[in-house]
């Protein structure tokens, strides 16, 4: 099915692009052309030509960039923001088109969140992400069946908002939430009010700095690895746990490790650790601060002048603190490059010839989730967004 890599069992995708071939012609690329033959646009081009044919789409088109895109793409967005934050935007916005400049889940997302007359459009396919596709449908439903076997206690499923439609769809419809990075411990505070035990989807390190921070032991809480039997534990483990972990992480943010931690305050004294609460346990606990993607930027923002900070979490969004907020000293934690490989993969080339395509009615690379997946999704959703 061409060059999809990240499609959950619930979304199909419209007018999917072919793999770039390595004879395109040589001519300007234009509507009506496949994607390869924008590859041959120069660079110096680029900028004008989406510049224009987004004027041309006027208030048909939102374009939303998540803080994680490169600058060469996000520059265009009408939002920047995370996942939620934009998909909300995206559908009190008056385009009909929105075209997402993220991962594949979180085109889903906005699908599920936009209204009726819109269209959601991921730039590349090729965009997904390492971690939602950790939690398989198939193997959730498995673990889910084995639990209920192993331990009649009522166990409520949450999940994280970087998962598929369908695992969100899957924890609407077993009585669970959707939680963010800045309000996980609400909704794990709720779903212990609601039952007896979690099992949390599909990040383990989201899931385990959460629940030690709301006082849970980390004997309480198990991994479960949906390649071994019973998730890898004994059923007295199981049993016991009052939370269980799906074995899952970000390819990103498990980059980072203590000992970064221990060389930045040494390289530069005085400097304070924020961390993304995906970051590994050891990470967490060794950081000054934890905080989603906004509750960063808010704490350097809000900082005193001249404070200097160490940030665990993707490059673009860091070097782009760094250079936005000129009052502060804003460096990675990690010295190699940490980047998220599958957003940037989205190029301008990608979003050119969305909003070209677009221009003339042809629309590219449609994010769709079937009705009775979108359905329970947003039972999830409304479940968090009650607790607000
Ligand atoms: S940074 Fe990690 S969690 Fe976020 S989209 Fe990339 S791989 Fe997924």
Redo the contacts with the bound molecule.
């Keep these: 099915m061409g060059n999809l890599v990240s499609i959950s069992d619930s979304s199909t995708l419209i007018g999917a692009q072919q793999p770039p071939t390595l004879h395109a012609p040589e001519i300007e690329a234009g509507v009506g052309c496949d994607f390869d033959s924008y590859l041959l646009v120069p660079d110096h081009a680029l900028d004008d030509r989406i510049a224009a044919a987004k004027a041309r789409l006027d208030r048909d088109v939102v374009i939303l960039g998540h803080h ?1 895109q490169r600058d060469e793409v996000i520059k265009f967005a009408d939002f920047r923001g995370d996942s939620l934050k934009l998909s909300f935007q995206a559908s009190q916005a008056e385009g009909r088109y929105i075209v997402f400049c993220g ?1 594949h889940f979180m085109a889903e997302s906005a699908d599920i969140l936009r209204r009726e007359h819109q269209t959601v459009i991921l730039p590349d396919l090729n965009a997904g ?4 596709d950790m939690a398989d449908i198939g193997q959730v439903e498995a673990c889910w069946s084995e639990l209920s076997l192993l331990d009649s206690r009522k166990i409520i499923p949450v999940t994280y908002m ?1 998962s598929t439609a369908a695992i969100k769809a899957f924890t609407g419809e077993h009585g669970g939430s959707v939680c963010t990075s800045s309000n996980a411990a609400e909704v794990m505070k709720w779903a212990f009010e609601s039952g007896e035990k979690v099992l949390f989807l599909p990040d383990e390190h989201l899931g385990r700095n959460t629940g030690y921070r709301m006082g849970i032991p980390l004997e309480q809480m198990i991994v479960w690895d949906p390649y071994q039997e019973f998730g890898g534990n004994t059923p007295e483990a199981i049993r016991t746990a009052r939370i269980i972990l799906w074995k899952g992480y ?4 498990q980059r980072f490790t203590p000992q970064q931690v221990e060389r930045v305050r040494r390289e530069h004294p005085g400097i304070r650790v924020i961390a993304h609460p ?1 970051c590994r346990f050891e990470v967490a606990q060794s950081a000054d601060q934890i905080g989603s993607t906004e509750g960063i930027i808010k704490a350097i923002q809000s900082s005193p002048a001249g404070t200097e900070w160490a940030v665990g979490t ?1 490059i673009h969004l860091v070097n782009r603190l760094s250079k936005e907020l000129t009052n502060h000293r804003v460096i990675s934690l990690d010295p190699s490059v940490c980047v ?1 490989t ?2 940037f993969r989205i190029t301008p080339q990608h979003l050119l010839w969305a909003l070209e395509n677009l221009g003339e009615g042809n629309v590219v690379n449609r994010i769709s989730v079937d009705e009775r997946t979108r359905h329970n999704a947003r039972v999830a959703l409304d479940r968090m967004l009650a607790l607000r």
């Design positions: 994680y991962v992400c390492s971690m939602a970087n970000c390819s990103v943010h995906e993707e998220c599958t957003m």
